[in-house]
């Protein structure tokens, strides 16, 4: 299926589809983060978006597609499967970055439960889940808000870039953490996109997509039905 590449600037979604089947932060979540290879190198997390008969899609960030990801890999020991992007929601200034990979060889596989990133607190905790290849334990992150716009500058020769509508979150994270999911009890509320430095400030702070934004792509793609039949 052709990728298709969007800016999305929506209203409020549907609730994501599948069944909701992750069971605790520390175990139950960590079991269901993927990780996108490329030529043996793993360059994203995700998590299990949708499964049936005919396969299981995963949902990562749309600038692993820069490093051009081309296999899945689950954390429970199973074997490498090649992926197919289906479909995207992307921009030039990461207004929103959400890429869907569909494996046909992992069948009925559990997917997350998605919480309402907008309820959430300043202060509440969040386990950051990375990829098996950073280590088993969980990255705490304590939110600190949803911003409008942050701006990152990585260098002096860097051109700094506008992110929208991103969860802001303290904690220390690390390059490669990419797509893995911020959960709290047993909910991915975000999946991690980077770090930022605001203006004028020496903190670095994680940033994570909102789930919010990410109901806000499947409504736009109309992803259900890009789901096959059983």
């Known amino acids: 299926m052709r990728l298709a590449l969007l ?32 030529t043996g190198q793993v360059v994203a997390g995700g998590v299990p978006l949708a ?7 995963y949902i990562t960030v749309s600038h692993a597609l820069s490093v051009g990801a081309t296999y899945a890999i689950l954390r429970e020991g199973m074997p490498f499967a090649e992926s197919k992007p289906v479909a995207a929601c992307s921009s030039q200034a990461h207004g929103i970055d959400v ?12 997917v997350v439960e998605w919480g ?6 300043a202060g509440d905790e969040l386990a950051l889940h990375p990829r098996r290849e950073f280590g088993a334990a969980p990255v705490k992150i304590r939110f600190v808000h949803i911003n409008l716009l942050v ?6 020769d860097t051109w700094p870039r506008q992110w929208h509508n991103v969860m802001v979150g303290e904690g220390q994270t690390r390059s490669g953490f990419s797509g893995s999911p ?5 909910k991915v509320y975000g999946l991690h996109k980077g770090s930022v430095r605001p203006p004028n400030q020496n903190n670095w702070y994680a940033v994570a997509e909102t789930a919010t934004r990410v109901r806000e792509c499947l409504e736009r793609l109309h992803y259900e039905a890009l789901i096959p039949p059983e």
């Open 7 to 38: 800016a999305c600037v929506v209203a409020m979604a549907a609730a994501l589809p599948g069944p909701a089947v992750a069971q605790s932060d520390a175990s139950g979540m960590q079991s269901l983060v993927v990780g996108l290879v490329s």
């Open 51 to 57: 499964s049936g008969s005919w396969g299981s899609d």
């Open 99 to 110: 890429l869907i990979v569909r494996v046909k060889e992992h069948v009925k596989r559990p």
């Open 116 to 121: 309402d990133s907008t309820e959430l607190k």
């Open 151 to 156: 701006w990152n500058r990585v260098s002096a």
């Open 182 to 186: 911020w959960a709290m009890g047993g």
